[in-house]
């Protein structure tokens, strides 16, 4: 090659890299210019993409400019690789495709050609970005000056593709950083959790250059993943993902695959972002910030609107004084008063409690109060044996004591009233039968369900009564337990052996215990009515609970 042409199509090269930030366009001018500067019938440039594991077609001199980003060649495919690899440039002077370093590509009509030059193209940072490769259809010597120019103009193409690409990365930027503002925009205007849901996969799918962007969120009851919105459609996607499937960031290789990111709030699991066949993990992990900030605060808002939806409710239904359109409000709320439920009452509130009977009876409402559990717990069948079997199970597993009442079965408006009423009195009842936190169903009081109405509604006026509450505020006093022993010399039948026994006390100590029962009381147990008494002492014990309750 002559040095003064060599000259001119350099100077028209660095022309060419200064006049654009233009890639495509850079590469399609300076393989022109090479390939009439250099003598030869073709020249290619290649670019590395896909995290080094590949080389992509970016420019190519006429005919073969359609088959631009449609040929790859793959790490260790063709002289191309052999060059890139060694940093250094590659020579086959005749019969190319003979050579094992080579690469038969149909669409470049490799055949015609007999040698092959490949160039690398090294960035400033020593870096091989991409390969430059000039064929001709005769073989051919290249010369030193022919080889210099073509090096030459590589290192050109090199600060072009450099520049290029740190122009095309500012744009992407800014365009995401717009598109990123925009959603965040799109999140805080939406009002219901479905609306922004929708909202999230339309905005995200585009910013993340995914072919279909779901949302997935975690369902309180259980470890299930629920998808929840799809853009374009749900397609092949699973309805339903399971925390132990959650699947890697990227597929090996880092190819664009399908990212999956969690989307956590206050250090919270909520939900999952996926996005099939994107690869931008760390923009992926700012719109899921924001999208689990805008998911967390739509379900505080839904939460707190049910929650006071279902604390009238319950009030209403507690009260036998609904208000308007209950059936209506109650299949907002997904309850049907119809079907067979039992009401419970658990005190303090156990969140594991009720998070197991989420699980379990699917369909039950439940309102949490600071001291407080109340349920309206579906039935699966009409009998209420297998929830208070599961709730036995739960309880044993607690983590702190609850007391748990649990109403007979409701069916049917008017009957949650008695229901709501019978929790609380076998709630009440777990501290006089058991005197511990247990779990109790209101048909298991026996004879304190009417004892227990009494007493709350006031109690009655009794000197038996009477007796028994002096015995009560003296043992209050001073420590004792005469109430319990004249309870247990009751339930004994007057038994003095049986009855020391079940103390663990000598008998002479009972026969003491008892005269001072009688000196305080006035109550004769020679002479009285041992059901009177018995019947005293459980009112008592009972006004006692529900003194300590209020």
Request: hydrophobic share 45%.
């Amino acid at each position: 090659m002559a040095l003064q042409t060599a000259e001119k199509v350099l100077h028209e090269i660095v022309s060419t890299v200064a006049s654009s930030l233009e890639l495509g366009e850079v590469l399609k001018s300076v393989v022109r210019l090479m390939s009439e500067g250099g003598g030869v019938h073709a020249c290619f440039a290649y670019l590395v993409e896909d995290d080094g594991e590949r080389l992509v077609l970016r420019a190519a001199s006429p005919p073969y400019g359609k088959h631009v980003g449609k040929v790859t060649l793959e790490r260790g495919e063709s002289l191309a690789w052999w060059a890139a690899e060694r940093g250094e440039p590659a020579f086959i002077r005749d019969n190319a495709l003979a050579d094992a370093r080579t690469k038969y590509v149909p669409e470049l009509e490799e055949e015609r050609f007999q040698s092959l030059l490949a160039v690398p193209v090294t960035a400033r940072s020593g870096e091989v970005i991409g390969v430059i490769t000039a064929h001709t259809e005769a073989p051919r010597e290249f010369s030193d000056d022919e080889v210099d120019f073509l090096v030459t103009s590589a290192a050109l193409v090199a600060s072009a593709i450099e520049n290029a690409r740190l122009y095309e990365d500012s744009r992407l930027r800014v365009g995401e950083l717009e598109q990123l503002t925009e959603l965040a925009e799109a999140i805080a205007r939406a009002e219901a959790l479905d609306e922004l849901l929708e909202t999230v996969v339309a905005g995200a799918r585009p910013l993340l250059a995914a072919r279909a962007c779901h949302v997935y969120l975690l369902d309180p009851g259980s470890e299930d993943l629920e998808r929840r919105a799809s853009d374009p459609d749900p397609g092949a996607s699973r309805a339903t993902l399971g925390l132990a499937e959650l699947g890697p960031e990227l597929a090996r290789g880092g190819r664009a695959s399908r990212l999956s990111v969690p989307l956590v709030a206050n250090g919270e699991l909520i939900g999952l972002l996926v996005a099939e066949g994107s690869a931008r993990v760390e923009l992926a992990r700012a719109v899921a910030s924001q999208v689990a900030v805008g998911i967390k605060k739509a379900q505080v808002i839904e939460q707190l609107t049910e929650k006071n939806l279902i604390k009238d409710f319950f009030e209403e239904l507690a009260g036998g004084r609904p208000r308007g359109d209950l059936e209506g409000r109650a299949a907002r709320l997904g309850c049907d008063l119809d079907l067979p439920h039992v009401v419970l009452v658990a005190e303090p509130p156990s969140e594991q409690l009720e998070r197991a009977l989420r699980s379990s009876a699917p369909g039950s409402l439940f309102d949490r109060r600071e001291d407080s559990l109340r349920a309206l717990v579906r039935l699966p069948g009409a009998t209420p044996e297998g929830v208070l079997e599961r709730v036995r199970k739960v309880h044993e597993g607690l983590d702190r004591p609850v007391s748990v009442g649990v109403s007979s079965v409701c069916r049917g408006q008017g009957s949650f009233a008695d229901g709501f009423a019978e929790a609380q009195q076998a709630l009440l009842g777990t501290v006089v039968l058991y005197g511990e936190p247990t779990v109790l169903w209101y048909e298991e009081l026996g004879a304190y369900k009417y004892l227990l109405r009494v007493a709350i509604d006031g109690g009655i006026r009794d000197a038996t009564v009477d007796a028994v509450g002096k015995l009560a505020e003296y043992d209050a006093q001073r420590g004792s337990q005469l109430v319990a022993t004249l309870e247990e010399f009751l339930r004994r039948h007057g038994n003095i052996s049986a009855t020391s026994e079940a103390l663990f006390v000598h008998p002479n100590t009972l026969r003491q215990r008892l005269r001072r029962v009688a000196e305080l009381s006035g109550l004769d147990l020679r002479k009285d009515d041992w059901l009177m008494i018995e019947i005293a002492v459980k009112m008592v014990k009972l006004q006692q609970a529900l003194g300590a309750r209020s």
